[in-house]
């Protein structure tokens, strides 16, 4: 319910209030406004001027959202992997299969491949980058969207994005600025609406219900790690039918 936002924007006295609300969030539901100002020892003014911080008309609302943010947190999590077997059932169609088969390409012919991602993203990008220089094709990773990158040409570069949302601010921003220096994009994201599947050359998407608890995102990352060894599996076939077309050639 707090955002980094709204706490840095708290003087001392409001910060009284936001300590002893989220130590005491139970007791506070069920507090008048007077009665908190009493325990945390401050006006009802500075209470009000708290609630507006956060976002609220008055202290009613705020109690309201304070519900429902305690409703959010003991939400059961889906504990069955039905999500993911219905993905992979799914996943073997034409349209998709043609989606890796072209990303597969653009990998082969690439003199150098990034993974790029943040936060469970970041994780995978690392899984990635490991996965596809395990088979032979060197990958790095960049799982840091504030990571200092030279303005040098990108020609023969492809940065593999992968990014639940699609609509990261800082991934969008460091996604700009390799496609204005030539760099091929591929996508993974669970939607292909959001900006970065828009932005990208080729867009592969995989469309899971998005899972939070309070401000936390758990959406299922199995798709993500389904694509890039399928992805990783077929550029091997690929790199493996180039050697031997090649020895075949010099005999």
Same mark, same amino acid.
């Given at each position: ?5 709204? /706490?840095? &924007? ?9 300590? =002893?609300? %989220?130590?005491?969030?139970?007791? *506070? ?12 020892? *401050? ?26 943010? !305690? ?12 999500? $993911?077997?219905?993905?992979? !059932? ?5 349209? !998709? ?20 991602? $943040?936060? &469970? &993203? ?16 060197? $990958? ?5 969207? =504030? ?16 990014? %639940? ?13 390799? !496609? ?6 591929? &996508? ?15 867009? /592969?998407? =995989? ?7 309070? %401000? ?7 798709? *993500?790690?389904?694509?890039?060894? *399928? ?21």
């Amino acid at each position: 319910m707090f955002t980094y936002e709204q /706490i840095h &924007s708290l003087n001392d006295l409001e910060f009284e209030v936001y300590n =002893y609300i %989220v130590k005491n969030r139970d007791k *506070v539901l069920n507090m008048r406004i007077r009665e908190l100002a009493q325990e945390v020892h *401050v006006s009802t003014t500075t209470i009000l001027r708290f609630c507006k911080k956060m976002g609220c008309e008055g202290y009613s609302e705020f109690k309201v959202k304070l519900k429902m943010t !305690k409703f959010m947190d003991q939400q059961e999590v889906m504990t069955h992997t039905g999500v $993911a077997l219905d993905y992979l !059932k799914q996943i073997e169609t034409e349209e !998709k299969n043609k989606l890796t088969e072209k990303a597969v390409t653009l990998i082969h012919q690439a003199q150098r491949v990034i993974f790029l991602g $943040a936060g &469970s &993203s970041g994780i995978m990008a690392k899984y990635g980058a490991r996965y596809l220089t395990n088979i032979g094709k060197h $990958a790095q990773c960049i799982d840091d969207a =504030y990571y200092p990158v030279t303005d040098e040409d990108c020609t023969g570069t492809v940065l593999i994005v992968l990014s %639940v949302s699609g609509e990261t601010d800082e991934i969008i921003y460091r996604l700009n600025h390799f !496609k204005g220096l030539n760099a091929k994009i591929i &996508s993974i994201t669970n939607t292909d609406t959001s900006t970065i599947a828009k932005m990208a050359d080729i867009a /592969i998407s =995989y469309y899971v219900p998005k899972e939070e608890i309070y %401000v936390f995102d758990i959406t299922t990352q199995v798709p *993500v790690i389904y694509l890039i060894e *399928v992805i990783g599996k077929k550029l091997h076939k690929l790199r493996k039918e180039a050697i031997l077309t090649l020895e075949s050639k010099l005999l």
